[in-house]
């Protein structure tokens, strides 16, 4: 179901496949938002995740209980208003944008090269999907950061407030803060996902093939797009890191719970101040273990529930026509 496929009888209109990765950003967030907001606190901690005095938070399970204590186990679905409402949005955007890159693609290729080459067609289409996205969420991904990391001073009240305190006192700009590393980041994580989601698949049906197994459309896509996700988050995380550390900057006040403060002067600066300071692995690799996780569970989830949505869609169409 996943991008253009020329040979089917029936294809789904933008607004049902709009409405099939709403589905599916809804109900990924809701299931995983936890993981998320252990991510980010891991990502926002100057000091090492391990057990020291100076450390805050140095383990999931620690972490988890610490968040829990201090602030209400609902503080696990801090920001999850922005949150869902991003997913709900970059999914839209999203699977709409990828499944009209792909259909350009097979339009202007050579006849059998989209087939022949479809990790690497996949690959360039999801990084324009990623890039489009990344830009219409981007304001939103600035406010989902900044209610996760608050604490129990609470600066801004609601979304809203967020949206109204850093127009004012940072500009319309402040709204786009981490753009730079998160175009760097999602354009080739969403584009090596889409493109080891489509290489994976291609493994998995050779490997039923070879089986004499049957399988439908969406058998395997749990676990080809798990694995697509993992893949796909190494490669670029240290990226990730960087932008959620400058979403923060002019956070200060809501951060000092959690230990030190850092301010960066930009992308390079904040690259070169994580290595000295906090060294390449450990600086620019925390919080991985949550985020995997969250990757696999997300990735996978999101390919399985986006496929059988437009299954049903289809299938519904298929009813009306006949």
């Known amino acids: 179901m996943v991008g253009y496929k020329p040979e089917k009888e029936t294809h789904l209109s933008s607004t049902e496949q709009a409405l099939a990765g709403a589905v599916t950003g809804t109900v990924s967030r809701a299931l995983f938002q936890p993981l998320d907001v252990l991510k980010i606190r891991f990502q926002l901690q100057v000091e090492p995740l391990r057990k020291v005095e100076s450390s805050k938070y140095w383990s999931i399970s620690q972490a988890t209980q610490t968040i829990i204590r201090e602030e209400g186990v609902t503080a696990l679905w801090k920001g999850h208003v922005p949150a869902q409402l991003l997913s709900v949005i970059y999914g839209v955007v999203q699977f709409v944008s990828f499944e009209a890159a792909t259909k350009v693609a097979w339009n202007i290729l050579p006849e059998g ?98 089986h004499n197994g049957e399988t439908s459309e969406t058998n395997g896509s749990l676990v080809c797009g798990s694995g697509a996700g993992v893949l796909s988050k190494i490669i670029i995380y240290p990226l990730d890191v960087v932008k959620k550390r400058l979403q923060v900057q002019g956070f200060d006040k809501a951060r000092a719970e959690f230990g030190g403060v850092r301010h960066y002067q930009g992308m390079k600066h904040c690259l070169y101040t994580i290595a000295m300071e906090e060294g390449i692995i450990h600086g620019f690799y925390k919080g991985l273990a949550p985020s995997l996780w969250k990757a696999a569970l997300v990735s996978g989830f999101s390919f399985y529930v986006y496929e059988k949505v437009c299954q049903l869609l289809e299938l519904r169409q298929e009813k009306n026509h006949s």
């Open 113 to 210: 090269v989209y087939n022949f080459h479809k990790p690497l067609t996949y690959s360039v289409c999801g990084g324009i999907a990623g890039c489009v996205s990344t830009i219409v969420v981007q304001p939103v991904d600035v406010i989902r950061t900044r209610l996760i990391s608050q604490g129990n001073q609470k600066i801004y009240s609601s979304m809203l407030s967020g949206v109204l305190t850093i127009t004012r006192t940072e500009g319309a700009r402040g709204l786009y803060k981490g753009l730079l590393p998160a175009m760097s980041q999602i354009a080739p994580q969403i584009g090596l996902q889409f493109g080891f989601y489509a290489l994976l698949k291609d493994v998995w049906q050779k490997f039923v093939d070879k």
